[in-house]
């Protein structure tokens, strides 16, 4: 919403500063997103005259210009490269030091081809009135020489822009604005009664309203015999400050209203209508050329104003082209409704039209103001284009329904924690028009028509406060109590948190893609599908949508991947083929709420490995099935997952690679997630390029951590002893698994072993048939002393006999 001061003070007699009307405007809830004050900002620059313009010595497109500043001094030389440079020209000059905004630059003295400039003659564009940057401005002969140009050319008349919440459409018109300003002492508001205009005959025209949900209220006046031609400069000068730009004086005239009292109008060229009004649900199929150039297709839900010869309007959006007024519009009909604001903005978002009707009528207007508003414009018509007027048409209601709320005082102090005199509430709600009556500890208030969002005592108390000064809220800590505080994130958001961090330090790159994805997506990933014949799989109907919004969007996702492979593979397509993603969202497995659960997943693809993105001269590595399993180890592991309970099981689900993945499980009953290479098949399902590496698994199947009864602090128990590692290489048969090997190592001494990790495996020459060869680096970390040779020996005495054992496992030679 825009404004002027010069408007503002029409609503509001005040002499308070600008800065301290913005600051006030922020501070009762109207908030000043920008205050432009091109007096202050072109205070520097000057008329000045060209005396003389003559061809630059060394450049054939610049002119070196001697100009006369009307301070009385010598003329000052100045370089020019416009093209409309010339002797005896008035324009726009600046002298050095001037800051230019048009090109966000402090004039200097500067040499051009070997010529000093000692300052600069002016396009629109430097001075950031217009994009004209062709020549430089070019003013009337008589323009004052010496005089500074804003003062000239009216320019200080500083402009408002306020960022309107949704609950206020009453300050969409300046009257409201003011209203608001002047109950904040900040001036006094100016609300002149607005008189009838006496008709002098029956308007011919008739309204029918066919459904008074859509339009509660229609009114309708024809003035004859007007004269519609330019505005007075007055009004476009008005609409002109705010942006808008000027058409006739009618149309200029609804244009005015919409912004200076919040209430929209249309007006139709009477001699253009055929017959009498109607308000109806548009036909299907039925179009309109609308005033923005367009043909619009309407169906029923569209809300119009038609005439015996088809629709002429979108009922509080905009009018049709076919009954506009032009220069030749010498009978008017002016038109003030009130529409249905959910019809409004459904009917706005369907057609894709943005107006400034729309914009008011969809929050709500005035429906009081709807009689007096025309009464206004067909004031403002007479004075202007003159005519006579008929007798107003007026349908249905012509105000609101009343409302009192029962408002016990007391509420202030309980919802704000300030005192405010009941004599302070009732001049407070008067000036912005409520009525309070009583003068016990519960008084009734009506609620004014313009003020449709305030239902409530919590919305009185509101007003009360924004304007006594939100300021003067105290600040009150909450209390504590003796209690420690409880956690504010929940066990879940706690994983998801971590789950991210711990896959964005891998090198990943976080994505968020749709909930909603393919059927064949959802039937290849589908993680429980329902018992039926294999080939006739069709996922679970649970997960398809009733009404979904693209074909390609139909299911619910059971898993984050397809979305990652898309979006990997959009990437690929762009030649970024080079990529590890990730992202932490919710999966589903069928429409209960216990169906839907946190899952973290990630992809790679290319030279993505955990050694780094990309390629490089000291080498580089594709990524493949062990990336993502320390992926979905890294994730797990920040999740909180009993790491030393996992289990490794070969193969997974259809759509990995059975040969290159592993399923991660805590016990066959207790499956957390998968890891590996896609499979073929389900890369060429996806539409995407291979070999994709990729893991998923479940946050919210990671079992809970137990709570341990002690009050003792946890001690961090660091060993001043070095540690000690050892290698084994054991022979084992070739189904044996590594992890196997793992295990038992840990198992000989668990406080003294810290840390088993297998470094290799070999099969081939040297090993026998149906053999391999898995060598373990064991750390062994002593707390009490220095471990001896004989004790490290013995230990690994142990460790061999323990492999042997479980195994089976013979130590290489």
Request: proline share 6%; hydrophobic share 40%.
């Amino acid at each position: 919403m825009k404004f002027t001061l010069s408007w503002l003070k029409e609503h509001l007699d005040t002499d308070e500063p600008v800065e301290k009307l913005a600051d006030k405007l922020t501070m009762i809830g109207l908030e000043v997103e920008n205050l432009e004050d091109k007096a202050k900002a072109l205070k520097a620059f000057t008329i000045a005259r060209v005396i003389s313009a003559e061809q630059h010595p060394n450049a054939d497109r610049l002119r070196v210009c001697m100009v006369d500043t009307g301070n009385g001094a010598a003329p000052v030389q100045v370089v020019c490269g416009a093209p409309n440079a010339r002797t005896g020209l008035i324009s726009v000059f600046s002298a050095p030091g001037t800051f230019i905004p048009g090109k966000n630059i402090t004039l200097g003295i500067g040499t051009i081809r070997g010529v000093e400039s000692r300052g600069m003659l002016c396009s629109e564009a430097e001075l950031q009135l217009s994009e004209n940057h062709d020549g430089i401005m070019e003013l009337p002969a008589d323009a004052p020489v010496g005089k500074g140009y804003v003062e000239w050319a009216g320019l200080g008349d500083p402009m408002f822009e306020i960022n309107l919440t949704p609950n206020r459409p009453d300050c969409t018109g300046v009257h409201g604005i003011a209203r608001d300003l002047a109950a904040a002492d900040m001036g006094k508001f100016k609300d002149p009664m607005i008189k009838p205009v006496k008709g002098e005959f029956p308007c011919p025209v008739k309204v029918t309203v066919e459904d008074a949900k859509l339009c509660p209220g229609f009114a309708l006046r024809l003035v004859r015999g007007v004269k519609n031609g330019p505005s007075p400069k007055w009004l476009q000068d008005r609409l002109t400050s705010i942006g808008l730009r000027p058409i006739n004086a009618l149309v200029d005239i609804t244009n005015f209203m919409t912004y200076d009292r919040a209430r929209p109008l249309h007006v139709f060229d009477a001699k253009k209508v055929t017959g009498n009004l109607l308000v109806r649900r548009a036909r299907d199929g039925e179009t309109l050329l609308a005033l923005d150039g367009r043909t619009y297709t309407l169906d029923a839900g569209v809300c119009v104003i038609a005439d015996d010869h088809g629709v002429e309007s979108l009922a509080g959006i905009m009018g049709g082209e076919a009954s506009g007024c032009d220069e030749n519009t010498t009978d008017v009909l002016i038109e003030s409704a009130l529409w249905n604001e959910i019809n409004i903005a459904q009917t706005g978002r369907k057609l894709g039209i943005h107006s400034d009707a729309r914009y008011r009528f969809e929050r709500g207007v005035d429906p009081a103001f709807m009689v007096p508003g025309l009464e206004l414009a067909t004031r403002l018509v007479m004075d202007i284009c003159g005519g006579t007027p008929s007798e107003n048409v007026v349908v249905g209601k012509t105000h609101g329904d009343d409302r009192v709320i029962d408002f016990p005082l007391a509420e202030v102090k309980r919802l704000a924690g300030i005192e405010v005199p009941m004599a302070e509430m009732r001049l407070i709600l008067s000036r912005l028009g409520f009525m309070m009556a009583g003068s016990g500890a519960v008084a009734k208030v009506a609620i004014p028509s313009w003020r449709s969002d305030v239902h409530g005592k919590a919305d009185i108390v509101e007003e009360i406060v924004r304007i006594v000064g939100v300021d003067k809220v105290p600040e009150t800590p909450f209390e504590r109590g003796e209690d420690a505080r409880k956690p504010v994130l929940t066990p879940i958001q706690l994983r998801t948190r971590r789950a991210k961090r711990a896959a964005a330090a891998r090198g990943m790159i976080e994505a968020v893609t749709w909930s909603f994805i393919a059927k064949p997506y959802a039937e290849l990933f589908d993680r429980d599908p329902p018992v039926q014949a294999q080939s006739n799989r069709r996922g679970h109907p649970e997960l398809s949508l009733a009404n979904p919004i693209a074909a390609d969007m139909s299911d619910m996702r059971p898993s984050l991947l397809p979305g990652l492979v898309t979006a990997a593979q959009a990437n690929i397509d762009r030649g970024f083929s080079d990529l590890a993603l990730f992202e932490v969202g919710q999966v589903f497995t069928d429409d209960r709420p216990e169906g839907e659960l946190i899952a973290a997943a990630g992809v790679r693809h290319g030279y993505a490995s955990s050694q780094g993105i990309g390629r490089h001269w000291s080498g580089s590595a594709t990524a493949d099935a062990l990336d993502a399993k320390a992926d979905a180890f890294a994730v797990l592991a920040a999740a909180g997952a009993p790491m030393q309970a996992l289990q490794i099981v070969p193969g997974g689900p259809d759509w990995l690679h059975p040969g290159r993945s592993g399923t991660i499980q805590i016990g066959p009953q207790n499956v957390l997630g998968h890891f590996g290479e896609l499979h073929p098949r389900a890369l060429e399902t996806l539409r995407a390029d291979g070999p994709l590496i990729a893991f998923e698994v479940i946050l919210d199947r990671i079992p809970a951590a137990k709570q341990k009864p002690t009050r003792a602090k946890p001690v961090l128990e660091l060993s001043s002893f070095q540690p000690v590692s050892r290698d084994f290489a054991f022979i084992v048969d070739r189904t044996v698994k590594a992890g196997d090997i793992v295990r038992a190592a840990q198992a000989v001494d668990k406080k003294l072993i810290t840390d088993v990790t297998v470094f290799d495996v070999y099969e081939g020459k040297g090993i026998d048939d149906g053999k391999k060869s898995i060598a373990i680096a064991v750390t062994m970390q002593p707390r009490e002393k220095t471990m001896t040779d004989q004790e490290i020996e013995a230990v690994a005495t142990k460790i061999v006999a323990e492999v042997a054992k479980k195994t089976g496992g013979v130590l290489r030679a």
